[in-house]
């Protein structure tokens, strides 16, 4: 793909990305996360119903995180993230927070993330290490038993998304990693980004269900893909 007159870039990753660094999918082959099914602990419906169940299950996926490490595509966005002299937004569906351990700072999490909480009593949001269970303290205004994971739920809106909409609506390359690109919002960025003149292309496992939108896909490995395309990206820079 040539570079040229590319100069803002938007890419979206998703879960492929981290399960190459050994977290589990959002949804596996067998339509479950970790053993739970969605509707059981990422509603706003399983919160209210099984507080317990729902804060367990993210402090589990919190604590995962001590152990897994960003793989070589992390890496290479955040060498991007570093190098490319234009306008970059990377903006992720994950809830981990491999992209900014591997370096990544213009980012966005569209759906959260793990490490952060969220008080329902006075609507601040901070940084979060460690259990949150049912009984956590707002380190805020001190509530008791009000701090949720501050992660979106099926349901809720998406963080960010007038602001995603204008990268998009500016940038001349779209790129789309790990992703089946099949669930909107996200659906709808590429074809947001090619109606507004940008090119799109695809790094994914499997060709996705919306490969038809994008002017390249390639398929293979994120770890393998994204540090090629980024070598070739930084050298038409
Ligand atoms: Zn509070």
């Known amino acids: 793909m040539s570079s040229d007159r590319i100069s803002n870039?938007?890419?979206?990753?998703?879960?492929?990305?981290?399960?190459?660094?050994?977290?589990?999918?959002?949804?596996?082959?067998?339509?479950?996360?970790?053993?739970?099914?969605?509707?059981?602990?990422?509603?706003?419906?399983?919160?209210?119903?099984?507080?317990?169940?729902?804060?367990?299950?993210?402090?589990?996926?919190?604590?995962?995180?001590?152990?897994?490490?960003?793989?070589?595509?992390?890496?290479?966005?955040?060498?991007?993230d570093t190098e490319w002299p234009g306008d970059l937004l990377l903006v992720t569906q994950n809830v981990d927070d491999l992209h900014e351990r591997a370096g990544s700072k213009r980012?966005?999490?569209?759906?959260?993330?793990?490490?952060?909480?969220?008080?329902?009593?006075?609507?601040?949001?901070?940084?979060?290490?460690g259990p949150m269970g049912e009984g956590a303290s707002c380190p805020s205004c001190a509530a008791v038993g009000r701090v949720r994971p501050d992660i979106v739920w099926f349901g809720e809106m998406p963080y960010d998304m007038e602001r995603i909409d204008e990268a998009l609506r500016r940038c001349d390359l779209f790129v789309s990693i790990g992703t089946s690109g099949a669930v909107y919002p996200a659906a709808g960025f590429v074809q947001?980004?090619?109606?507004?003149?940008?090119?799109?292309?695809?790094?994914?496992?499997?060709?996705?269900?919306?490969?038809?939108?994008?002017?390249?896909?390639?398929?293979?490995?994120?770890?393998?893909?994204?540090?090629?395309?980024?070598d070739e990206i930084l050298r038409q820079a």
């Open 9 to 80: 870039i938007v890419i979206l990753t998703g879960a492929g990305i981290s399960a190459e660094s050994g977290l589990a999918t959002f949804r596996g082959a067998d339509g479950l996360w970790e053993g739970h099914r969605v509707e059981d602990v990422a509603t706003p419906d399983a919160y209210r119903r099984d507080p317990a169940l729902v804060h367990a299950f993210y402090d589990a996926r919190r604590a995962r995180l001590g152990s897994v490490e960003p793989n070589a595509a992390h890496e290479a966005l955040a060498r991007l």
């Open 107 to 129: 980012l966005l999490h569209m759906h959260g993330e793990l490490t952060k909480g969220w008080c329902l009593a006075c609507d601040e949001r901070f940084d979060w290490a």
């Open 192 to 230: 947001t980004a090619r109606y507004c003149g940008a090119r799109a292309l695809e790094m994914n496992l499997e060709p996705s269900l919306g490969s038809y939108m994008f002017d390249e896909s390639r398929t293979g490995r994120a770890g393998e893909l994204v540090p090629a395309w980024v």
